[in-house]
């Protein structure tokens, strides 16, 4: 089965960093495409971040310039650094993977989100 856990989320002031991990398994992790989806208390999803099967990267002009994706492979890992944080950074970030090597419109698994709270 696949496997997405998220975690590293936690309570930062405004301006501050928090570097979210995503452990995957159960899939073959070089081929998918990896991302991040946020949903903040009342709000609609927003997809935040993806990274492709050959690392190329994509970021909602909301976080572009502030959040950095990346993976390991050897670990199958995904990250999402988060710096210079707003309060409207505030939600549960949900790590998400695809049947594709490329960035989706959807997403087939989602795991567990990891809530950021920032303080203003």
């Known amino acids: 089965d696949v496997q997405l856990q998220a975690f590293g989320g936690g309570l930062v002031r405004t301006g501050g960093s928090l570097r979210l991990s995503c452990a995957a398994s159960?899939?073959?992790?070089?081929?998918?495409?990896i991302g991040w989806f946020r949903q903040a208390p009342g709000k609609e999803r927003e997809g935040v971040s993806c990274?492709?099967?050959?690392?190329?990267?994509r970021y909602a002009p909301s976080v572009k310039g502030r959040f950095t994706i990346s993976r390991d492979s050897a670990k199958n890992m995904v990250y999402l650094q988060m710096n210079n944080l707003k309060p409207e950074d505030t939600a549960f970030y949900h790590c998400?993977?695809?049947?594709?090597?490329?960035?989706?419109?959807?997403?087939?698994?989602w795991g567990q989100g990891t809530l950021v709270t920032v303080s203003s």
């Open positions: 998400v993977a695809s049947d594709s090597s490329n960035c989706p419109e959807e997403y087939t698994y």
């Open positions: 159960g899939f073959v992790f070089d081929d998918y495409a």
């Open positions: 990274i492709t099967a050959v690392d190329d990267t």
